[in-house]
């Protein structure tokens, strides 16, 4: 077994190597289109992370016939929300898309008006995520789906970003990346004191994007009057594996984390003719290696296990290699502190400080089964207090959970 782990250690070490060799980055959607695929499914006991997003090491506390099924996981998040609803037609699409009305003319009005409202430079308009999963043991696997329509400044005609003073200027880039997942975890030591468990995923990941369009083309698209697959895209693939440990202490309750995601993160991409292609991979020109930067983590989690009102304290500090690489670089952007209340198992309450900005949850679970909304905000400048956003985000879960 160890003889096993450390050729394949060796193995992703190389291939890393070789890829990093010659990689580049994405020339004028750099720090838009270079992100890690993050799939969110299944999750742990401590509700907090999503195994296969947080730490595969979760998944070796399962016991023997442990079942979890997850059809499907949504997440939507608009983002930029108290601006746009200053807008009276917008308030009004968007609570017509609460009540289930979702004409066409509600998600055009709701859409334009998060584009309107995403501010100057750099930023977010709207993501979602779909995810289907499974857990058997100590075995998970599932797929993954993240959409994003991401802001920047709108490029020249010499393809450089110019100074993005207002929406009307900006530029903006649907992208859509989708991950195949396996995750395993097991328990390499156990003792009353202490236990330590360890996980790995690994996964088939694949991004796609459309080159940048302008309000007027996001106008038409959304409205239907042109087709996606008339632009140009761009698109490749990546084999990233996250890895994972879990120290335990007090029976379980008390847990340090320390995490590697995104290793081998290096997308062999492409340009294509439209999405279709690029999804396909047929007829790719100009072939490059982007590289998505890997994550090393670190955090601890408590919970003392009351049985009628159970609250979760946890602390997680993200990205501790670009902490310290950058000199500007402040603590309150790369820690997470919350604290997370379960009522009866059934009614969750959620307040955190993250990376730098506040946000709170209120949602509901039952048996595998869960629905959240939550509200808060984000950086989306290139330094922490530069442009902050908010963020409304409404999350669900349907699956079994025995």
């Not at 395993?184 to 996964?203: H, P, Q």
């Amino acid at each position: 077994m160890r003889r096993t782990i450390a050729i394949l250690a060796v193995l992703l070490l190389s291939v890393t190597a070789l890829a990093a060799s010659g990689a580049t980055d994405d020339g004028a959607y750099k720090g838009v289109t270079n992100r890690a695929m993050r799939p969110v499914f299944v999750e742990p006991e401590d509700g907090v992370d999503y195994a296969l997003f947080g730490n595969a090491a979760s998944l070796a506390t399962a016991e023997k016939g442990t079942l979890k099924i997850q059809v499907p996981y949504l997440s939507a998040s608009s983002y930029n929300v108290s601006n746009a609803l200053k807008d009276k037609g917008v308030a009004e699409a968007l609570s017509g898309i609460t009540r289930f009305q979702w004409n066409k003319q509600n998600w055009v009005t709701y859409m334009l008006g998060l584009v309107m409202a995403s501010g100057n430079n750099y930023g977010e308009v709207f993501a979602a995520d779909l995810g289907l999963g499974a857990q058997i043991g100590k075995l998970a696997f599932g797929f993954n789906v993240n959409a994003a329509v991401h802001s920047m400044p709108g490029l020249d005609a010499e393809g450089n970003p110019g100074n993005g003073s207002s929406p009307i200027s900006n530029g903006y880039v649907p992208e859509v990346d989708y991950a195949l997942t396996v995750a395993y975890g097991m328990r390499v030591f156990d003792s009353e004191r202490l236990t330590i468990d360890a996980g790995a995923a690994v996964r088939f990941a694949e991004k796609l994007y459309l080159l940048q369009l302008n309000t007027t083309e996001i106008s038409h698209l959304i409205d239907g009057s042109k087709d996606f697959n008339s632009l140009a895209a761009r698109g490749g693939f990546a084999f990233p594996v996250d890895l994972g440990v879990t120290f335990g202490f007090l029976g379980g309750r008390l847990n340090f984390d320390v995490t590697a995601t995104n290793l081998n993160g290096y997308y062999y991409m492409a340009n294509y003719e439209n999405i279709t292609k690029a999804a396909t991979f047929s007829g790719g020109t100009d072939r490059y290696t982007l590289y998505t930067p890997f994550s090393l983590n670190a955090g601890v989690t408590y919970t003392p296990g009351f049985k009628y009102v159970n609250p979760t304290v946890y602390a997680k500090f993200a990205d501790i290699v670009s902490f310290y690489k950058d000199d500007d670089a402040t603590p309150p952007e790369f820690i997470d502190l919350g604290v997370k209340l379960s009522i009866m198992d059934i009614v969750t309450l959620r307040a955190s400080y993250r990376y730098g900005y506040p946000e709170f949850a209120v949602g509901a679970q039952f048996h595998g089964n869960m629905i959240e909304l939550s509200y808060g905000f984000e950086e989306a400048g290139a330094k922490y207090g530069e442009k902050p956003i908010d963020k409304l985000t409404f999350r669900m879960k349907l699956g079994y959970d025995n």
